[in-house]
């Protein structure tokens, strides 16, 4: 018989991390990509997948740890 | 201007790592280090690396490659070679009287407070214009082109303090009641870009 111990498993903070991770990474991962190129369209590409992945990633970290 | 994009490359590759690093280690955070470090990965650093790039992308926006990227420009690009030094943008361009790099901002933006701001609004509703908006079918300045962004360059040129006709009047140009349009008529002319024999060197 195994005993599930107080605090054993993820906290919420974690999984809000993660997410907020999951948000962050791809949304910077987008942004250094554009830097490469002067097209219109990479400026396009960098503010809306980009910028909005970053904020909500940003907005989910502070939710996160306020919530903590 | 690569420099600062390849800086800008490793601070977000640095954030990722550390965003990594923290998502897969979420336990970290348990502990003070851990917290400044989820700090630094999921806040300062993207809004850092955020910043920068944009600044990046918006020092771009000023090049001439930039402004000609829209098939709507592309005979004002070609217009810069006209080989005549009566036409005013292909005599500045090809005598290096502005920046060849930065060719269509150094004239079309605003010389006056927040001037830079609102070319990068204006150049905002460009790229709307351009991939979702419905483009004009002539293209015209947004209002007439002040004496203000020659003389931004020209006041006080022995040239152009000197020059024939511009003595008796360099109140009046500075003022703004006699344009420098009125004389230097001959600007971009598109609609006969044909017309026109073309300098071979120094692609725009």
Known sequence: ?68 | MAGMALAVTALIVLAIALIAVVALRPNLTAARGGKVLAFLAFFLLPVLGTVFALEAHLDRSKSTEFCLSCHVMEPYGKSLRIDSADFVPAAHFQNRRIPRDQACYTCHTNYAMFGGFKSKIRGLRHLYINYIGTMPKKIELYEPFLNRECLHCHAGARGYVESEGHEDQLEDFAAEKTSCIECHSDVHDVANLAKHAVWKEGKP
């Open chain 1, 1 to 68: 018989m195994t005993t599930l111990e107080a605090g054993a498993g993820p906290r919420p903070i974690d999984r809000r991390l993660r997410r907020a991770a999951l948000l962050i990474a791809p949304g910077l991962a987008i942004q250094a990509a554009t830097l490469g190129s002067s097209h219109p369209l990479a400026f396009i590409v960098f503010m809306f997948p980009g910028g909005f992945l970053v904020a909500a990633g940003i907005v989910l970290f502070l939710w996160a740890i306020a919530s903590a």
